[in-house]
């Protein structure tokens, strides 16, 4: 890759109160075409980061070429959610419930564990019918579902599929290899929260790969169509891919096919930009969410995802305002690209 844009010290967001910047979030950047050219870099992207939920669309394509989709009959809801991250609200759950009962399988087959979900009305509801979540309740218990799904299409064992030498998982690091152009034998690994392994990948290897999601041209036929699809049914399903009240779903819901944007945990962002050919990955330094939205916002703009329209519907995420318990505006989150 060409050291264009590199150099130059991370874009720096800033959280206001009243009349002076109250803190301050480091953000490293790469944006980058599906060549590997840098278009722009800032920060250290360089040094490798987990990605973690950033990339399930990355993720995703096995499911896809493996003929798994097809097999099990997946839609867009289904590959949505195979990218998801989401609320846990009753169409994620009851989504990926029907989808398991297709291939034979139930909830207590996802291996990514239970937690409440992120939807505090449909938390809420759950306790007031005195029921535990279950697995399907998981934001990532569609990615799983994609898991089981190409496991079950190949004859492979169901059980342990999150393990790291497991065919599913070996797909998986295949494909972002050659997605991302990196060898990762050696790369740093760790368990993600979900349970399946993450591995430390530079942030321009990231952008890179999201940059192939984008512009697929010169891939091989089989991914150029598995990387088109996954895109079409984001855009299909922006709700599947997050829920109420949430940035990624929010933005995809105006942008449509425009932008592909997917957050991760710890301040991770990634996003692929079809009409640019553009992939973006980012990280705050301090794993604040808060400055990943607001710089990904920042560069959706800056590099032309969002037309006038969608500027309009997207004020409050492009100018976040904060506001104290009574509801006064008392700050806003701002990006100092200077």
């Known amino acids: 890759m060409r050291p264009d844009g590199g150099g130059q010290g991370p874009l720096l967001v800033e959280v206001t109160r009243g009349d002076m910047v109250e803190s ?3 953000v490293s950047f790469a944006a980058v075409d599906a060549a590997g050219r840098r278009l722009a870099c800032r920060g250290a992207v360089e040094a490798p980061v987990y990605a973690r939920s950033a990339i399930k669309g990355l993720q995703a394509l096995p499911l896809v070429e493996t003929g798994a989709a097809d097999r099990w009959g997946l839609g867009n809801a289904e590959l949505a959610l195979a990218c998801a991250s989401h609320n846990g609200e009753p169409r994620h759950v009851d989504t990926v419930l029907a989808w398991l009962e297709r ?17 505090e009305p449909s938390a809420a509801a759950l306790i007031r019918e005195g029921r535990r979540p279950s697995p399907a309740h998981n934001n990532c218990s569609g990615k799983h ?16 599929y999150i393990g790291a030498d497991h065919p599913v998982q070996r797909r998986v690091t295949r494909a972002l290899e050659e997605m991302c152009g990196v060898e990762l034998a050696r790369a740093p690994t760790g368990i993600d929260g979900c349970g399946i392994p993450t591995i430390g990948i530079p942030l321009e290897s990231l952008a890179l790969g999201m940059a192939r999601l984008a512009d697929p041209a010169g891939l091989p036929e089989e991914r150029r169509d598995a990387a088109k699809r996954i895109r079409s049914a ?5 709700f599947m891919v997050a829920g109420t009240g949430r940035f990624c779903t929010e933005v995809m819901a105006q942008t449509g096919e425009r932008a592909f944007v997917k957050t991760g945990a710890e301040g991770v962002f990634c996003a692929a930009l079809p009409e640019q050919g553009i992939g973006i990955a980012l990280k705050a330094a301090d794993g604040a969410g808060r400055a990943s939205e607001a710089a990904m916002a920042h560069l959706l703009e800056r590099f032309g995802a969002l037309n006038e329209a969608s500027r309009q519907a997207l004020a409050d995420r492009l100018h976040p305002s904060i506001f104290n318990r009574a509801g006064r505006l008392v700050g806003s989150i701002r990006v100092n690209a200077a």
């Open 234 to 238: 984001v855009a299909a399903e922006p």
């Open 103 to 119: 291939m034979g399988l139930s909830a207590s087959d996802l291996e990514c564990g239970s937690h409440m979900p992120y939807h």
């Open 145 to 160: 579902a994609g898991f089981l799904a190409t496991a079950r299409h190949k004859g492979e064992p169901a059980k342990g």
């Open 24 to 26: 301050r979030h480091a």
